[in-house]
């Protein structure tokens, strides 16, 4: 079945410094998903690839959607303490009949004042 | 006004015991699913309704037993409850089954089994 791979598992970053994580499907992705959430929360939608090689901006998030529609990345500059929480990317393959949404484990971000 | 409830909040229970967990959304969506999230916060489907259909079904022990009475509610039952039952349960919905469609997730149902 599909594998969404996500790495780091944990990332703790100094206030400031940027913030990367990855993710990897072991199949070709209609689209992917990026979802917060933050300590004690629940999932929270943040944005959504479709096209091959898309890049989409939010204020100091910016995600990216590979060319081969198998990979993705989050990547945050300058983090805040109010982007503690799991990063969570979700795909659906892109194959007939697949109608399942697959999350990855999530990576755990910490900011240190 | 919340858009997708669940109810309880929280759940402590005795080994062996029957619990439910209730879910509504009032967005008007047509899909609606269950997840667990264990203690390594790892998101897995159980179950997911479209129409009051069920359209997917996980490796899930036969005890866990989705109902959906309308399209605007997802419930959980689980019969004779294990240690390992215990995690967060999420209820989510979306618009319909489409590739593109956004999840809206409840609050959680934070199960505890002793």
């Known amino acids: 079945g599909q594998q969404v791979m996500q790495i780091p598992q944990y990332q703790h970053v100094q206030e400031g410094e940027d913030f990367t994580t990855y993710c990897n499907s072991s199949?070709?992705?209609?689209?992917i998903q990026w979802y917060k959430q933050r300590p004690g929360g629940h999932p929270v939608f943040l944005i959504q690839?479709?096209?091959?090689?898309e890049v989409k901006k939010q204020k100091r998030l910016t995600f990216q959607f590979g060319e081969a529609k198998k990979n993705s990345s989050l990547h945050i500059t300058a983090t805040q303490t109010t982007d503690v929480g799991t990063y969570f990317c979700?795909?659906?393959?892109?194959?007939?009949?697949?109608?399942?949404?697959?999350f990855g484990k999530g990576t755990k971000l910490s900011v240190i004042p | 006004d919340t858009a997708v409830s669940q109810t309880p909040k929280y759940l402590v229970t005795q080994m062996g015991n029957d619990k439910s967990i209730k879910c509504e959304q009032n967005?008007?969506?047509?899909?609606m699913y269950w997840y667990k999230q264990d203690s390594k916060k790892f998101l897995k489907i159980m179950f997911s309704?479209?129409?009051?259909?069920?359209?997917i079904n996980e490796t899930v022990p036969n005890r866990f037993s989705p109902k959906s009475p309308d399209k605007a509610h997802l419930n959980l039952h689980i019969n004779s409850l294990e240690l390992g039952d215990s995690a967060v349960y999420f209820c989510?919905?979306?618009?319909?089954f489409g590739s593109g469609e956004t999840q809206y997730f409840g609050p959680g149902t934070r199960l505890l089994v002793l």
């Open positions: 199949t070709t992705l209609s689209n």
């Open positions: 979700a795909g659906r393959s892109s194959g007939a009949g697949s109608y399942q949404l697959t």
């Open positions: 967005l008007g969506h047509d899909t």
């Open positions: 309704y479209n129409n009051k259909e069920l359209i």
């Open positions: 989510a919905s979306s618009r319909d």
């Open positions: 690839l479709v096209k091959s090689g």
